[in-house]
């Protein structure tokens, strides 16, 4: 992992001190009554004060103590869960100062008609406009690279220190505002206006000003307001049957066992749970365009996963040598090495490093002694002549190879030719080593599937989600790697429509698929998809087109993004559960309670054995509030999520959240009213 | 619009033709051919005259018969009011009630010990009209009833268990007596026993 | 309880299981227009009334065409019953001369007969002439139809997708009434016209008891009545005493009989539920989440008054069970119906929504009469006609949506989204059915009018007037029958309730049956939440006994717990 440069723990004592005031600050009823649920709390509140007031004023002290603990408690509860709501705001305004942090006024060099640069403020800067940015300038805006390459930090917005590439045409064009040019230069032009860029709306976004509730957040909203509807309907009820049995009975202890009834503990956690599932997302440094987003990456059925970059490094490396006959596999590693000293690129430091294991160690030579030929075109093969011993060594493809050594009269060996068409076949790239005019043998370069995505893809395979692997490989080196990688269907020779047509083709099936990208080519694709995760790396236009960005600009990442989705809906599933489980111990707790003036024969009811009907209450109460700040982490954190069956998830959360919730209770209220008992404060 | 109100009004009135008259008169004429002992309420006749149904228990409350359970149908039994009593459990009232139902029954019959007295015998039926008694209740009257009578002992204890209603199909029911037919056979005994207490006591017979 | 008692419940159930498998095929058969055994005999009589009628039988509605159509037809019935009850004076078959049914009772008496209902706050043999008596079978035909169509709308709202209509609702009520309902009642009123339930057109047969004591007896068309009465899960009587009163069930084996009958179809539409979803695991998952309720309540029942009053004990009566006493609580029993057979009938005629009742239900003890209470409360233990499948698949949508986010998915039933429009209508019905018994329920206790009909004193005249409530707005009919429901004030706002109580939760399930059938299916993988088996009944189950229990339990703590209790204590009320 990345230092995340403005990834922010929730505990810290700023964000716990806003937090704090900012629960009291959202006790004014306009704010609450956006959470129906902790409204109604509020409410039952302010009517137990007034009470309290009432018979201060009346001097009626009777039930005094009873009177004050409960609507202490109750005030409390409200607090608790403005409490959850802020500290999940404040570690997303927390980020977002950071990130305000990086869009310090700049200074553009606008290019004008006529070739000459002006200076002006970046705000002034308008969409089409063009400016130059040389090194240690700062990018005024977003736009696409229209000239020149350069090296650029990102580290503002990823949190990654290593410098990016961004160049014209292609798909590393697009720049970021905010971003600096380390070195060279290069002409942009600018994409958005003002305010309206990529770290703007990035703010917004982990500020959570612009959250919207996702679908599935108003479906539970629903649910939990009618509840509140249904117990509120029971409890006034009460009110007739007592007066049946010629009773009378406190409105503090209806407002008491109103609040205990109504879902508190998930209406008090709700939108914690949301903002930080976003909030989660970010620590994978992925940015989601919406909530709605976060909910379908749970929802996916299908992934399509490039081959490159995703399943594969995207470099061929080198796997094993094989030697021509006379000749032992030592000495071929020997050469091979050599031939490669000076190769840079990835297949050449891939041969160097498989050689290491054949006890070669790296060399130091004579700079004067060697020259060293390097790869072109025109030969397709590069090497190293060792001048003292004679020694000229090559290595490229087999034919140019072949056609080396009968230059320099020597023979080919037909059963090298036989396996290098193996390795073809197999899907991987065979090099061949020559040294003069003998062809020592051969090098099988292979695509070389990453470590632990077989376990990854099994997983996804676990929980029901289909891997599709895209790639413009032929068929037999797909199949290589789809085997490889044990995806579930692959396609090869694709062109950039074939994703598209996936696509189209599995959500008629009644699929949601999600999948990456970062070319202009993928744009239509990332926006058809459910789920679309855009490259940071990626064009304006891709970006545009997902509903998700990925910082590090890691494909692989797709996986995590489905996991904290499906994360997401786990948490609120089961905290809403167990919020309504909890309700049975509460009953058992109060009915007997309440109704011991008026039916004494409900005594049995009390299998808690509560020591008083009035600690049995305040105790109901307080576990009530008590519960709140206690899941507090846990709706931050997120329920626990391992890749499983989904009936063995839910069977774990099932007995976790639902039994669990219906015993925890029994178990927490009877110790709250042993502890009450035993200060004698009530 | 004026149309599918047409096609509504006319399923409704077809519906109402087919549901309640045609079927009705199918059913009340298959009645009359195949069963019309039964459609017309499965009434008895004892010299020409109807003397009840089978099914339908009657009130018999004097000491010299079997006894059936009381009944909150109107006064007791009243063919045109079925209805139990209603009363709940724990109701005072009720209890009241039973205390004298109950104490009032060892009193009539002495060889029954207290909490024995069989419970259905005390208790009324549903509809207050059920004919049938437990067989405890039917033999726990027998020393009463052979006191009384002079019937033999023997004799009632006989009738009673000939007159037994088993489980229908060896499983359905508790076994029990009908009243109604457990009288009926006693009256044939006490009419060749004892014509005189036969006409006071089976005075509907009689005539 | 009695080894012979538990083995007659056993039997009966089984039985009914047993013939629901194939009921059930045969009444997919029907809703799929597929063809049928009773083609040849029935197919003549339905052309020639979709001819009469108009209808073109594919001529496929939309949900809220289906639904209006339903509903008006409903109300025209309504009319024409309400009509015929009011001024059967004028009309025939009333050799009693009954005078007219006054307005409110009337009022009452039609709703609670169109709705399926059939509370009765009349006795029938007392006040219906026999002409009203028929117009009510009707109603018992029409209502049982109504719920059956509606339930078959929601189900082709599962089966169908991306789609549009629900089906034809004139070719649905006209099979279900030809096809099911016509051909059963006849069976079963012949068979029952040979036990003994009366079929005549006179109204009362005096006689002389052998006593001398004068008796008047009352008869009537009632075998063709006792049959669709249950079948059609009606449960609307016709004596006061219902099938207490012999002549509707004159022995144990029609006391059986008439389980069966109201037990059968309800079943058989769970398991036709899976054949027209072609899920028929998922179907019996759902059967096994009724049956643990069923048997669950029949046991509870069963002991208790097996058991019976130790008041009763106290006082001298024997309430032991032995080879010649029947013992338990006898109070409002047949005593050859016996304790088993009652307690199971008590059982299935609340679980099944009919309201037929074969005992007392106030003289009931205090636990059973809260388990009459929360089988009512439940409304889903195979329910009335098609309504019982209704509510349970609505309770089935909000557990699967609690339960379902739990497995990292937004919820789906059976392959459809559930999204904040279901969620909404769902809900609604849930809170709808709690509302509509709690709030008059309040009511009533409030009100001298409410007041003044209670019979028994203390929590158990609580429970009367909860029963009242609960009965009406389940659609059941049966009652707490000490309270006096003849009063202007129970019967308006108990055929408000229960009018309310039927007609609210169904438009809600209709219309999630329209949200639904618009939806892609998302094909099933390992992801997705399993819709059969152990821990989906464990979540639905769950569901159902929390909702249930929560919305419930104060006012039942307040009436049959506290009078539980109380009589364990000795306490009597006065």
Known sequence: MSNKAYYVSAFNKKILKTAIIESFRKLNPKAMIKNPVMFVVEIGSVITTAILFKNLFLHDFKYMLFIVQITLWLWFTVIFANFAESISEGRGKAQAETLRKSKTEVIARLLKTDGKEEKIKASMLRKGDIVVCETNDIIPGDGDVIEGIASVDESAITGESAPVIRESGGDRSAVTGGTKVLSDKITVKITSNPGEGFIDKMISLVEGASRQKTPNEIALNILLVMFTALFLVVVVTIEPMVAYFHGHISPVIYVALLVCLIPTTIGALLSAIGISGMDRLVKHNVIAMSG?????????????????????????????????????????????????????????????????????????????????????????????????????IRKGAVEAISNYVVQNNGAVDKKLIEAAANISKQGGTPLAVAVNSRMLGIIHLKDVVKGGIKERINSLRKIGIKTIMITGDNPLTAKAIADEAGVDEFVSEATPETKMTIIKKEQSLGKLVAMTGDGTNDAPALAQADVGVAMNTGTMAAKEAGNMIDLDSNPTKLIEIVETGKQLLITRGSLTTFSIANDLAKYFAIIPAMFAPIMPWLAPLNIMGLSSPQSAILSAVIFNAVIIIILIPLALRGVKYRPAKASNILTRNLLIYGLGGVIAPFIGIKLIDMLITYLHII | MAKELIRMIKITLLLYVICSIAYTFFIWGIGKVFFPFQAGGSIIYKNSKPIGSMLIGEKFTSPYIFNGRPSYAGNGYNGTESSGSNYAPTNGKYIAIEKKLIDKFLIENPTVNKGNVPVDIVTGSGSGLGPYISIAAALDQVPRISKLTGIKEKTLRKLVVEDISGRQFGIFGTPGLNTDKLNLMLAEILKVKNKKLFKKVFSGLAG | MTFTGILQIIAVLLIMVLAAVPLS?????????????????????ENLTFRFLNVKKEEEMTWTTYLKIGLVINFLML???????????????????????????????????????????????????????????????????????????????????????????????????????????????????????????????????????????????????????????????????????????????????????????????????????????????????????????????????????????????NIKASKYNPGGNMEGKQEHIGIAQTSLFASATTAFTTGNVDSAHDSFMPLSGMILLAEMMLNLIFGGKGVGLLNMLTMVIIGVFIAGLMVGRTPEFLGKKIGAKEVTLATLAMFAHAFIILVPFGIALSTAGGLAGIFNPGPHGLSEVLYAFTSSVANNGSAFAGLDGNTVFYNVILGFTIFFGRYVPIICQVAIAGALIKKKRIPESAGTFPEHGFLFYSVVLGTIILIGALTFFPALALGPIAEHFAMVKGHLFY
Request: with cysteine; charged share 15%.
């Open chain 1, 292 to 392: 709605k987003a976060v909910e379908a990456a749970g929802d996916v059925n299908t992934l399509l996963l490039d081959k490159t970059g995703t399943i594969t490094f995207g470099n061929r490396m080198a796997v094993s040598f094989i030697p021509a006959e006379e000749v032992n596999v030592n000495e071929l590693a020997d050469y091979a090495q050599l031939s490669s000293i000076s190769d840079e690129t990835p297949e050449g430091r891939s041969i160097v490093a498989l050689a290491k294991k054949y006890g070669l160690r790296g060399r130091h030579l004579d700079e004067n002694n060697i020259k060293f030929v390097p790869f072109s075109a025109m030969t397709r093969m590069s090497g190293v002549d060792i001048l003292d011993k004679k020694e000229n």
């Open chain 3, 79 to 317: 009319a024409v019953v309400f009509l015929i009850l009011r001024f059967q004076n004028y009309l025939p078959f009333n050799q009693m001369h009954y005078p007219g049914i006054p307005w409110a009772l009337d009022f009452n008496t039609a709703i609670s007969f169109i709705t399926n209902t059939n509370w009765q706050n009349y006795g029938g043999e007392e006040v219906m002439s026999n002409f009203s008596q028929m117009a009510l079978v009707f109603l018992q035909f029409t209502s049982a139809a109504t719920g059956l169509v509606f339930a078959i709308a929601f189900i082709r709202g599962i089966v169908r997708h991306e789609a549009k209509y629900v089906g034809n609702i004139y070719t649905d009520y006209i099979k279900a009434i030809y096809r099911i309902f016509i051909p059963l009642a006849v069976i079963f009123a012949i068979i029952m016209l040979s036990q003994g339930a009366p079929q005549t057109f006179t109204m009362q047969k005096k006689v002389v008891n052998i006593t001398g004591t004068k008796q008047t007896l009352s008869v009537g068309p009632v075998a063709s009545m006792v049959s669709i009465e249950n079948l059609g899960t009606n449960g609307g009587g016709f004596y006061d005493a219902n099938a207490a009163q012999p002549y509707e069930n004159p022995n144990p084996f029609t006391n059986a009989l008439t389980i069966f009958m109201m037990g059968t179809i309800p079943i058989a539409l769970f398991f036709m539920y899976g054949i027209m979803i072609d899920d028929k695991k998922h179907a019996w998952t759902l059967f096994w989440v009724a049956s643990t309720l069923l048997v669950v309540c029949i046991a509870v029942i069963y002991s208790q008054e097996a058991h019976g009053n130790p008041f009763l004990a106290h006082l001298g009566a």
């Open chain 3, 25 to 45: 095929r045969y009444l997919a058969h029907i809703f799929k227009y597929e063809p049928t055994f009773l083609d040849k005999l029935i197919n003549p009589f």
